[in-house]
């Protein structure tokens, strides 16, 4: 499985993003999909899941701002970020496990940039 993450860039405090995740090989409408991101100095944190059957999770820090989804047609995942804050700068990863392998593939990761 390849994932190339996309979408990134620079926005004030408040404004909104979209990113995406195209993945190519293995069966995407199979496999669990999801996004971590990484702040400057800190752990990678996780941010949000959504499952074959579409069953979403989020981190409490961003419930109510952020919207995963995925569009199996088109192999993406996406990533709807709202009412964005400077503490959300960071590189956003992008993840995939597929059913019954116990592996998770990543994608390379797109920097959000949030300015006060």
């Known amino acids: 499985v390849q994932l190339q993450a996309s979408g990134g860039g620079r926005v004030q405090l408040g404004g909104s993003l979209r990113l995406s995740c195209a993945a190519s090989g293995g069966i ?4 669990t ?3 971590y991101r990484q702040a400057p100095g800190k752990q990678r944190e996780w941010v949000a899941t959504i499952t074959p059957s579409s069953g979403t999770n989020y981190a409490d820090s961003v419930k109510g701002r952020f919207t995963i989804s995925r569009d199996n047609t088109k192999n993406t995942a996406n990533l ?3 009412s964005l804050r400077p503490e959300e700068t960071a590189v956003y990863y992008c993840y995939a ?3 019954f392998t116990g592996r998770q593939y990543w994608g390379q990761g797109t920097l959000v940039t949030v300015s006060s």
């Not at 995407?28 to 496999?31: A, E, G, K, P, Q």
Request: avoid cysteine; charge should be positive; hydrophobic fraction near 30%.
């Open 33 to 35: 999909m999801g996004w």
């Open 97 to 99: 496990k597929p059913p």
């Open 28 to 31: 995407f409408s199979s496999n």
């Open 80 to 82: 709807q970020m709202n």
